[in-house]
């Protein structure tokens, strides 16, 4: 059962088991996102640096435990925290709904958080690369929790300093897979920069795998299984 909840610039698609959802789940995930933004906005005004960066940085001893996660997970990616805060949202979110639901899929901006009791193919956009959705990535059961997460130059607003169509990474850690997506994207700004991409990808701690997409070339490594998408 799907169901969306957006909160400001928090827009998720939310699906749970279906003997699961009620209105009353739908008001509960409401709450959770809400006081999860004002725990994160409340902290930024304290330290407007951890929202301006675009490098790693320091939280204090007092910071919320997703701001921890975020500047976490950037440090190992070497990025700002914000680039992993839609996937350090839909984490919070995820595990908070895995307590009443053993199956939960969180789309957020592009980024999905997943726990899945099967086999799933997560389809890949890459604006007008012709592997824009004609490939998926094939996610077992057995992975546990898996962030699928991609960043672009090309398509959307969030921020790059690379031209990749699409920078796609797979990790157990929702928000370690945002940070890292940036990062890879980053370094992508012609089309013969998917290899060195993935290259990148592949030195991160904590990655299961990533795609590399600009133009008619793309690179991939780790734990992917590309399958096409029937038209």
């Not at 939960?104 to 592997?131: C, H, L, M, Q, W």
């Not at 990535?137 to 929790?145: A, D, M």
Request: one cysteine or more.
């Amino acid at each position: 059962m799907h169901f969306q909840v957006s909160v400001k610039e928090t827009d998720l698609d939310i699906g749970i088991c279906k003997h699961i959802y009620s209105g009353k789940m739908v008001k509960l995930v409401q709450k959770m996102v809400t006081d999860v933004r004002v725990e994160l906005e409340n902290y930024i005004n304290n330290d407007p640096d951890f929202k301006l960066r675009l490098s790693p940085h320091r939280v204090n001893d007092f910071a919320p435990k997703i701001a921890k996660e975020m500047a976490y997970s950037a440090e190992i990616a070497d990025v700002g925290p914000m680039a992993a805060v839609a996937g350090a949202l839909s984490e919070y979110i995820g595990k908070r709904l895995l307590e009443y639901s053993p199956e939960v899929i969180i789309e957020n901006g592009g980024d999905i958080y997943i726990k899945t009791t099967k086999k799933r193919n997560v389809a890949i956009f890459a604006g007008e690369s012709p592997f824009s959705n004609r490939i998926a990535v094939e996610i077992l059961p057995e992975w546990g929790v898996v962030g699928i997460c991609t960043s672009s130059g090309t398509v959307g607003h969030s921020f790059s300093f690379g031209k990749a169509d699409a920078a796609v990474v797979i990790s157990n850690s929702c928000a370690l897979a945002d940070a890292s997506a940036t990062a890879v994207g980053n370094i992508i700004n012609k089309s013969e920069d998917v290899q060195e991409a993935v290259v990148y990808a592949s030195k991160i701690p904590g990655i299961l795998g990533a795609i590399a997409i600009k133009d008619e070339k793309m690179a991939a490594w780790g734990q992917i299984k590309l399958v096409p998408i029937k038209k």
